[in-house]
Structure formats: C-alpha cells, structure tokens
C-alpha cells in the first residue's frame, strides 16, 4: 500500500459518541496534518505533528483530540461533537522540513447527527 | 489579515475551450503559491509550486503563472477528464512553515 490512508471512509455519529478516526502513510514522510473541509468553505488547518511532536493547533475546540504516536500514524478522537461539526476530515504528510506540497488522503466524511 | 480568493466559483467549459482560473492573495510577504486539483471523494493532489512573480510551470495542458498580486491557472484544450476543483492556497512569511491559506476553490466542468 502506498500514500496515506484514511479510515473510515465515511461515519455517522451522535453528538453523545466518541469515535476515532485513523490515518496511516506509507511515504516515510516526518509531518502529518490534520485538515477540516466544509462545504464551500476553504480547508481549515487543525493540527500539524513533525517527528511526532504537535507544531501547529490552529484553535481548536477541546472534542477535538489529536494523536500521533509515531511519523507514520496520525488519529483524531472526537467526543461530543455538534451537527456543524459535519464535514470532510482530510489527513496529509510531507517531508517534514514545511513550506513543502503536501500528500492528502482521501478523507473522512463525518456526519453528526 | 491574510487572505486568498478564487474565481470564478463555478466553471462550465465546452471541450477544447481553453480559459483561465484566477487566484488573488494579500499577504504581507509570499513565501510560495500552491495549487492542487481535487476530485470528488478525494483529497486534493498536488500541481505546481510557485515562488515568485514571473514564475510559470507547466503540465500538459495546465500552465500556472504569478504575479505580485494573482496567480492564473491557464487551461489549454481542456478534456473532460480535466474536471475537478482547482484549489489555491499561499504560504505567508511570518507565519509557521506548515500553514496554508486556502481558497475555497473553482469548480471546473469540462463537457465533451
């Protein structure tokens, strides 16, 4: 496999759940992102690890919960959610020096009911 | 405050039309201009990178061009496997080297 991965695809929670969502790159890169795309709106910047350290947390609410154990794994475990929480969550890599193009997923698409 | 916009929001080209996407930005200092396609139930791919005003880069038939104020995303003879959203997204000096500003895109519909 190869580039980065993202699961689930698709998931519908309550805003009482906790769920997580899980990315994985194969491209030996040392940054991993975390992007929020709501529909017609510009993709939001959430949260940046280099080398597993968080570099960046662009205010976000505290349901918001992110994860990177290692450069090649990035989770987001979210609990509590609200319905404008809905959108695509998409996960990147690159290099890891910045200013560099960035490798995306695929998305989650995340429904808050 | 730091700023990208994207026009038109909508695109509806006849195959073989060629035309131009806009991207304006007002940052205080441009470290580098992006711009990646994406389609949908996908995540954005990358295109080109550009640095400074009078850069052009080139693939098949997109050209991408910067000014001091604006970047153009030319189409040539456009197919209609050429349909996607056009994003724009800057890097601005002064801010972290991991941070984008991204337009809210161009939705390009190339029909045979």
């Known amino acids: 496999e190869t580039g980065v991965t993202q699961t689930p695809r698709h998931l519908v929670m309550g805003m009482t759940n906790k769920k997580s969502l899980k990315c994985e790159q194969h491209?030996?890169?040392?940054?991993m992102y975390w992007y929020k795309q709501s529909a017609k709106k510009p993709l939001e910047l959430m949260f940046v690890?280099?080398?597993?350290?968080?570099?960046e947390n662009n205010s976000v609410p505290s349901r918001f919960s992110p994860e990177c154990p290692n450069s090649s794994h990035l989770f987001l475990h979210l609990h509590t959610l609200q319905p404008e929480d809905s959108a695509l969550y998409l996960c990147?890599?690159?290099?890891?020096?910045?200013?560099?193009?960035?490798?995306f997923g695929s998305g989650t698409q995340l429904s808050v009911l | 405050e730091d700023q990208v916009t994207q026009s038109p929001e909508a695109l509806r080209l006849q195959e073989g039309e060629s035309s131009s996407l806009n991207c304006s930005y007002t940052?205080?200092?441009?470290?580098?201009l992006f711009w990646y396609r994406q389609d949908p139930g996908k995540g954005p791919e990358f295109l080109f990178t550009?640095?400074?005003a009078g850069e052009e880069k080139e693939k098949e038939r997109l050209k991408a061009t910067l000014t001091k104020k604006e970047s153009f995303l030319h189409i040539t003879a456009p197919k209609p496997e050429d349909s996607a959203t056009y994003l724009c997204?800057?890097?601005?000096?002064?801010?972290?080297?991991?941070?984008?500003?991204f337009g809210s895109g161009t939705r390009l519909l190339v029909r045979p």
């Open positions: 990147a890599s690159s290099p890891g020096q910045g200013r560099e193009k960035l490798f």
């Open positions: 491209l030996g890169h040392n940054a």
């Open positions: 690890y280099n080398f597993k350290e968080q570099t």
């Open positions: 940052v205080s200092g441009l470290r580098g």
């Open positions: 550009l640095y400074s």
């Open positions: 997204a800057v890097q601005a000096v002064g801010d972290s080297s991991y941070k984008l500003i």
